[in-house]
Structures are given as C-alpha cells and as structure tokens.
Nanobody, 120 residues
Framework: QVQLVESGGGLVQPGGSLRLSCAAS????????MRWYRQAPGKQRELVAT???????NYTVFVKGRFTISRDDRKRKAYLQKNNLKTKNTAVYYC??????????????WGQGTQVTVSS
C-alpha cells in the first residue's frame, strides 16, 4: 500500500506565506515525479508545479516566481513554498506522485488534499 498525506494548509492573509508538505509512505522503491495540483471552488483541478527525480522544476505561469516546489527523497517528502499569496490562490491543494513500488510496479497516487484559504 502507498499513502500520501498533505499538511500545512490553513487560513492566511493576502501577501502571506505557507509551506505545504506531502509525505509518502508504504511499499515504495523510488519516487519519480512529484506534483502539486490545486482545485478552486467550482473549477477543475489544475497543475501548479512539478519536480522530477533529477530536481528539474516546472510551474504554471500564474505562480512562477511566487511558489517553489522542492523534495527530500530521504524523507520521501515534497514541499510547496507559497509566498505573496493572493485571494485567488484559495483552493484545495493536492499532492500527486509517480513512483515504483517494491516489486517493480509503477503507479500514480493522490493525497487527500489540504485546504488553503487566502482571506483578510
């Protein structure tokens, strides 16, 4: 079994910062790509940031320069540092990973999401 657990969400004022964490556990051999998605109320889930096993990153244009994705492979964690938050960044943020399980099977997994609310 594989589990992803996000944490770090909450209520923050516009201009504030938050750091989200995603912890992977279970029968994991290696984690390839780690991603953060968000889903705002009434909208489709959209990709925010990606980091590969080699450390290459990619961001949606709307967060570039304000958000930073990182990973710690020893801890099997991904992070999303979010600075200068805006009210339109209010959403549920989801972690998504592509990984190899012990035994050799590949799979994609989602966390349960963490709510981020940006409001004064």
């Amino acid at each position: 079994q594989v589990q992803l657990v996000e944490s770090g969400g909450g209520l923050v004022q516009p201009g504030g910062s938050l750091r989200l964490s995603c912890a992977a556990s279970g029968t994991i051999l290696a984690i390839n790509v780690m991603r953060w998605y968000r889903q705002a109320p009434g909208k489709q889930r959209e990709l925010v940031a990606t980091i590969t096993i080699g450390g290459s990153t990619n961001y949606t244009v709307f967060v570039k320069g304000r958000f930073t994705i990182s990973r710690d492979d020893r801890k099997r964690k991904a992070y999303l540092q979010k600075n200068n938050l805006k009210t339109k960044n209010t959403a549920v943020y989801y972690c998504n990973v592509d990984l190899v399980r012990i035994g050799g099977s590949w799979g994609g997994y989602w966390g349960q999401g963490t709510q981020v609310t940006v409001s004064s």
